[in-house]
């Protein structure tokens, strides 16, 4: 099972939004509705941030936003902030008990 | 958001095995499963595999299939993720989230266990 792509880096300045990529196959992102979006800080756990391609869990910002289309997923970061300087990582179910993760975006507030 | 309690870091030689613990509460244990992510120094996060607490189910992610082996134990509560034939690019940090099916979403996560394999 290969890694969904995310491209490596993605920045704004505060107040700006930035959009991040997740590129699957239809094996995966293209085939289930069970993608995800994590945040991870340096040197934490990753934290759960969009379910389900668009669902926010209790307490997340609603300037987290997630998408897809086809085999692409996407999350939107608005009114970009400095605490949501961090590596973010989007996932999926990939069938048959499987499971990927993306390849990982650092995110950078300039 | 439930917070689960992993075991220390570990040190280990090639070859060794290490077996990690992930504590979670005893409310509705047996309601969800676990999956184990691994994170080498500097890179991305790895999907290890996923353990029904319910029924015992496993799946492995293939390239780990041989040497992992992931159990739950209701009667404390915990699970564990035991790694054999170790070898230094299995250097990482190991995490334990919780979730209710393999499909995620995985609410709940361990600190994180560092293993070190090191001759």
């Known amino acids: 099972q290969s890694a969904l792509t995310q491209p490596p880096s993605a920045s704004g300045s505060p107040g700006q939004s930035v959009t991040i990529s997740c590129t699957g196959t239809?094996?995966?992102?293209?085939?289930?509705?069970?993608v995800s979006w994590y945040q991870q800080l340096p040197g934490k756990a990753p934290k759960l941030l969009i379910f389900g391609v668009s669902q926010r869990p209790p307490g997340v910002p609603d300037r987290f936003s997630g998408s897809k289309s086809g085999n692409t997923a996407s999350l939107t970061v608005s009114g970009l902030q400095a605490e949501d300087e961090a590596d973010y990582y989007c996932s999926s179910y990939a069938g048959s008990s499987n499971y990927v993760f993306g390849t990982g975006t650092k995110v950078t507030v300039l | 958001q439930v917070q689960l309690v992993q075991s220390g870091g570990e040190v280990k030689k090639p070859g060794a095995s290490v077996k990690v613990s992930c504590k979670a509460p005893g409310d509705a244990f047996t309601n969800y499963g676990f999956t184990w992510v691994r994170q080498a120094p500097g890179q991305g996060l790895e999907w290890m595999g996923w353990n029904s607490a319910l029924t015992g189910y496993t799946n492995y992610a293939q390239m780990l299939q041989d040497r992992v082996t992931m159990t739950t134990d209701t009667s404390t509560t915990t699970a564990y993720m035991e790694l054999r034939s170790l070898r230094s690019d299995d250097t990482a940090v190991y995490y334990c989230?919780?979730?209710?099916?393999?499909?995620?979403?995985?609410?709940?996560w361990g600190q994180g266990t560092l293993v070190t394999v090191s001759s």
């Open positions: 989230a919780r979730g209710t099916s393999v499909a995620g979403p995985f609410h709940s």
């Open positions: 239809s094996s995966d992102v293209g085939a289930h509705n069970y």
